[in-house]
T-cell receptor
Framework: DQQVKQNSPSLSVQEGRISILNCDYTNSMFDYFLWYKKYPAEGPTFLISISSIKDKNEDGRFTVFLNKSAKHLSLHIVPSQPGDSAVYFCAASSGNDMRFGAGTRLTVKP | NAGVTQTPKFQVLKTGQSMTLQCAQDMNHEYMSWYRQDPGMGLRLIHYSVGAGITDQGEVPNGYNVSRSTTEDFPLRLLSAAPSQTSVYFC??????????????FGPGTRLTVL
């Protein structure tokens, strides 16, 4: 069973606009959430994280929002840049259990 | 710092063959893990280790063995490869033994095909 879901396989946005990537989870025991970015032929790299005690975390152009009641988190990238084009994975953890979503491919057009 | 290194980058096996995927990190991280990535499935945790001599199973451990004799190395063994093990394998490490709540650093991956 997929406990973490990214329902949009792909997203295309114009350079300078906002990119919003969404993630839903089913397990209420998850207490830490992360976003990873992956370029082709490379391993994922950590982008930003949020604890379940917070509802927002910001790092430069990247902001993650957590809505615990809806079991939903989102990643906002403002402004989007062509170098942001990559696959973005949402992940959720509880103790030693970590689950990843299937990823969303973001394309930022110049 | 080389970070997390994995060898080989590519491997083709026949059904029933065995092999070991190598993973090493030079960051003195306690926590190391192995994931597989399949199309439409994201990354799934195979095995993990919270320190030398300590390993445990993740979400999809069947068909794989691991050991952790040193802090630096965490090899993944396929004893009898099956076509269902065709995948891209990633090794990761993080500083804290709490592992998953910390930033994980991933290797570049090994693309394995089992015929």
């Amino acid at each position: 069973d997929q406990q973490v879901k990214q329902n949009s396989p792909s997203l295309s946005v114009q350079e300078g606009r906002i990119s919003i990537l969404n993630c839903d989870y089913t397990n209420s025991m998850f207490d830490y959430f992360l976003w990873y970015k992956k370029y082709p032929a490379e391993g994922p790299t950590f982008l930003i994280s949020i604890s379940s005690i917070k509802d927002k975390n910001e790092d430069g152009r990247f902001t993650v929002f957590l809505n615990k009641s809806a079991k939903h988190l989102s990643l906002h990238i403002v402004p989007s840049q062509p170098g942001d084009s990559a696959v973005y994975f949402c992940a959720a953890s509880s103790g030693n259990d970590m689950r990843f979503g299937a990823g969303t491919r973001l394309t930022v057009k110049p | 710092n080389a970070g997390v290194t994995q060898t080989p980058k590519f491997q083709v096996l026949k059904t029933g063959q065995s092999m070991t995927l190598q993973c090493a990190q030079d960051m003195n991280h306690e926590y190391m893990s192995w994931y597989r990535q399949d199309p439409g499935m994201g990354l799934r945790l195979i095995h993990y280790s919270v320190g030398a001599g300590i390993t445990d199973q993740g979400e999809v451990p069947n068909g794989y063995n691991v050991s952790r004799s040193t802090t630096e190395d965490f090899p993944l063994r396929l004893l009898s490869a099956a076509p269902s093990q065709t995948s891209v394998y990633f090794c990761a490490s993080s500083y804290s033994a709490s592992g998953l709540a910390d930033t994980q650093y991933f290797g570049p991956g090994t693309r394995l095909t089992v015929l």
